[in-house]
Antibody, heavy 120, light 106 residues
Framework: QVQLQESGPGLVKPSETLSLTCNVSGGSMNSYYWSWLRQPPGKGLEWIGFIYYNANTNYNPSLKSRVSISTDTSKNQFSLKLSSVTAADTAVYYC??????????????WGQGTLVTVSS | DIQMTQSPSSLSASVGDRVTISCRAS??????LNWYQQKPGKAPKLLMYAASNLQSGVPSRFRGRGYGTDFTLTISSLQPEDFATYYC????????FGQGTKVEMK
């Protein structure tokens, strides 16, 4: 079955750009939406945005000015860039597939998550 | 954004108990409601989608109900592996999550 794995630096300096990659294995990226979400330590979940396999994107309005999600289907990967980070961006970042059926959609499966700390 | 409010924020229960978690949306979301289970240090796991559909492989003791603004997740007989935090999530528009309900051992 499809498995997702996040990778990238665990420490980013304030004002710099956070960059993460999600590797998709066990299946094709075609015909699916692929999302990034995050969870600050001890807090709840926040959806960041998604990309369709054809590169169409949709972002959370609260983060839209700082977020970019791209895809490389030849490598079965998609990536997140979040610019001008502050300590408030410290979180576990998850990638997930957005499954759809009957007009509904949900997140499944998820990667294991990677902690990114913003600190100088 | 649609606000999702879960209650209670935490509860204490024993193995074998029936547990119900509520989730309320700030506006009608039809059946665009999903439930996830998260254990410490792990990623969330999908339990229910479209309010009442059990994800493949999830035990039948989990049941989701509701429509519009009010939803519930019920665990009919709590098992040791069910102690976790549960989140609801609306997919009506920009996805948002409830704040979570932690199910702890009494």
């Amino acid at each position: 079955q499809v498995q997702l794995q996040e990778s990238g630096p665990g420490l980013v300096k304030p004002s710099e750009t956070l960059s993460l990659t999600c590797n998709v294995s066990g299946g094709s990226m075609n015909s699916y939406y692929w999302s990034w979400l995050r969870q600050p330590p001890g807090k709840g979940l926040e959806w960041i945005g998604f990309i369709y396999y054809n590169a169409n994107t949709n972002y959370n309005p609260s983060l839209k000015s700082r977020v970019s999600i791209s895809t490389d289907t030849s490598k079965n990967q998609f990536s997140l860039k979040l610019s001008s980070v502050t300590a408030a961006d410290t979180a576990v970042y998850y990638c997930a597939r957005s499954e759809r059926g009957g007009g509904y959609n949900w997140f499944h499966p998820w990667g294991q998550g990677t902690l990114v700390t913003v600190s100088s | 954004d649609i606000q999702m409010t879960q209650s209670p924020s935490s509860l204490s229960a024993s193995v074998g108990d029936r547990v119900t978690i509520s989730c309320r949306a700030s506006q009608s979301i039809s059946s665009y409601l999903n439930w996830y289970q998260q254990k410490p240090g792990k990623a969330p796991k999908l339990l229910m989608y479209a309010a009442s559909n059990l994800q493949s492989g999830v035990p039948s003791r989990f049941r989701g109900r509701g429509y519009g603004t009010d939803f519930t997740l019920t665990i009919s007989s709590l098992q040791p592996e069910d102690f976790a935090t549960y989140y609801c999530q609306q997919s009506y528009n920009t996805p948002t999550f409830g704040q979570g309900t932690k199910v702890e051992m009494k």
